[in-house]
């Protein structure tokens, strides 16, 4: 952090009260702050030191950073990300190769111990991390350097958070999530994909001013993550009443009925889709008719198909490989006991025939 | 094991198995009684081949004979409601015709979910209350074994569990469904290889004792 405050930036930047008054209300309103806290954190805000993010991209598509860039709501986005904090970040910043490297050296040296280290992507370890290398460092090295120095680590989107696509099964690099590598100062899960950019920026902000805020079991900030899709879904009430959209095109699709069966996994995801929406409020995807892929939980993208009802098997093993099996085998296992059983049978037939010829015993 | 692991498990190879088993169960043992020596029966046919009693009787079993009535009736129709609530629950949810759709291509429309509910916490209640009957009633308590016990325990899990689910009791609601569907494997495994197995023999047994009868001319 430097010793400049958050307000003094805003200032700097000719930004008014009123405006930034205007940036808290939005930023305490997606965080679901009470009153009391709202006006709290606005207090902090305008003391609070201007935090050093340092962003860190490995194996990703940047659809985070892009999900980021891209927000509609590009008071709160840009304040953090151009005007108060961004000290580093290999694809938004315009200097490449050794220039670059130099200026995250001279970020994270200025602010050794106290920055917020953003991650973005997950951290290959096969093939000693040969599959992704920073300036002929790998991914592993230079992640455990720069967290190094961090004050909390924030891994962003759901590859840097569980892993994500590299970590799908067979998971060729040996993909893990920044967690598995950063063991020893707090690493906050804003896990989606990519998640939301409100989640983003209200989660550093919030750090900036209260530190590290409530998680749940899998590191993920209760504010954002607290609930399910399904919790909060608007077409809860059709899921009630059994109304279900059978094909994307139907008439339970034209009426906005419950997308369940056609794959939705709202009811095991927790994410803030429902309530803070994408694209500056506008929808979510279900709202644009299309099932939830759980996609800020772990492994994902192994859940047995984003089409397949949360109900019904993920196909482990070939159906048609398991029922003729076990048919063959039982109706084996029937003969064969049959068999036995028939055998004992005619014995005891046999017994009981020849016990019927024998003389019987005049004195018995 | 966290919640999602627990319900890739069950639905994954622990379904697998549990459907093998059950098939392969149900196979051992219709392949084992069809393919059994029958008694040959001398006697004339009474009344033609038994065929038409034996169906009969699948029917008027499933009701006491008026001699019986006063006596056991109110524990025949205890045993109607868990029976019928069981069935309600399993066919008429939603999730769960998505699982019978998968496994045989066949569905029909769902239920309410408060409708579902309702017949599952009542056959939970019957169930308890069948559970109660049975230890407290000295004929009933000599006549069970370590299967009656385990069998109730295996019916009753599913229905806690996943009333539990529906009412997002418990926490973690992916290990709470994940236990549900866990629970649900276990009783497919255990299906055949205990007296729930009478889902299915029951119409064979009738039917065969049914028969041997009418065949003698006894009103069924
Ligand atoms: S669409 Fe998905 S999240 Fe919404 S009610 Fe249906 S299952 Fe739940």
């Given at each position: 952090m430097t010793d400049e405050t958050i307000r003094d930036v805003l200032t700097r930047r000719g930004l008014s009260r009123r405006a930034f008054l205007q940036v808290c209300a939005s930023v305490t309103a997606a965080l679901a702050l009470s009153p009391a806290e709202a006006a709290d954190m606005t207090k902090r805000l305008e003391t609070a030191e201007r935090p050093t993010v340092i962003y860190l991209s490995y194996q990703e598509c940047t659809g985070c950073l892009e999900s980021l860039t891209r927000s509609f709501s590009p008071g709160i986005a840009s304040l953090i990300f151009n005007d108060i904090s961004l000290a580093y970040n290999d694809t938004l910043q315009a200097a490449a190769g050794q220039a670059a490297e130099t200026a995250k050296d001279t970020a994270m040296k200025n602010a050794w111990g106290k920055y917020v280290l953003v991650v973005d992507g997950s951290v290959p370890l096969a093939q000693n991390g040969a599959y992704c290398a920073v300036a002929g460092r790998s991914a592993v090295s230079d992640l455990k350097r720069a967290a190094g120095g961090a004050a909390a680590v924030v891994a962003v989107g759901t590859c840097a958070a569980f892993g994500g696509l590299p970590y799908a099964a067979p998971n060729p690099t040996g993909a893990v999530p920044v967690s598995e590598i950063v063991r020893d100062r707090p690493v906050i899960n804003i896990s989606g994909c990519p998640p939301i950019a409100e989640v983003i920026t209200g989660v550093i902000l919030y750090y900036t001013t209260f530190g590290v805020p409530a998680l749940d079991h899998l590191h993920r900030p209760m504010n954002f993550y607290g609930n399910t899709i399904h919790d909060r879904c608007y077409r809860r009430p059709f899921y009630d009443r059994g109304?279900?959209?059978?094909?994307?095109?139907d008439e339970g699709a034209r009426q906005g009925w419950c997308l369940f069966e056609l794959g939705c996994k709202g009811p095991i995801t927790h994410n803030a889709c429902p309530t803070t929406k994408w694209n500056g409020g506008t929808s979510y995807p279900i709202e644009s008719g299309h099932p939830c892929l759980g996609c800020s939980e772990p492994g994902f993208w192994d859940k047995g198909g984003f089409y397949k009802a949360l109900s019904t098997p993920t196909g482990h093993w070939s159906r048609t490989g398991v029922v003729s099996g076990a048919v063959a085998a039982g109706v084996a296992a029937g003969l064969s006991t049959a068999a036995v059983a028939r055998a004992r049978q005619g014995r005891a037939q046999k017994k009981a025939a020849s016990a019927d010829s024998e003389p019987k015993n005049p004195t018995s | 094991m966290n919640g999602a692991s627990v319900l890739d498990f069950a639905r994954g190879p622990v379904f697998e198995i549990a459907l093998a088993m059950l098939i392969f169960g149900i196979a051992w043992r219709l392949v084992g009684i069809f393919a059994l020596r029958r008694p040959v029966d001398y006697s004339e046919p009474r009344a033609g081949t038994g065929w038409g009693s034996g169906l009969r009787m699948i029917v008027s079993r499933s009701w006491p004979r008026r001699e019986f009535r006063e006596r056991v009736l109110h524990w025949d129709i205890v045993s109607y409601i868990f029976h019928v609530g069981y069935a309600v629950a399993i066919l008429g949810y939603v999730p769960h015709i998505m699982l019978i759709r998968n496994l045989t291509g066949l569905q029909w429309p769902g239920l309410p979910g408060g409708v579902i509910a309702f017949a599952a916490g009542l056959s939970a209640g019957a169930l308890l209350a069948l559970l109660g009957h049975r230890l407290t009633s000295p004929v009933l308590r000599r006549l069970s074994n370590f299967d009656d016990y385990f069998s109730w325990l295996l019916a009753f899990t599913p229905l806690v569990t996943g009333l539990m689910a529906y009412y997002g009791i418990g926490g973690n609601y992916q290990m709470v469904l994940g236990l549900h569907i866990l629970a649900g494997d276990i009783l497919f495994a255990w299906l055949p290889f205990g007296k729930i197995m009478h889902v299915i023999l029951l119409a064979f047994s009738r039917g065969t004792t049914g028969a041997a009868y009418g065949r003698r001319g006894a009103p069924i």
């Open positions: 109304m279900f959209a059978k094909t994307f095109d | -």
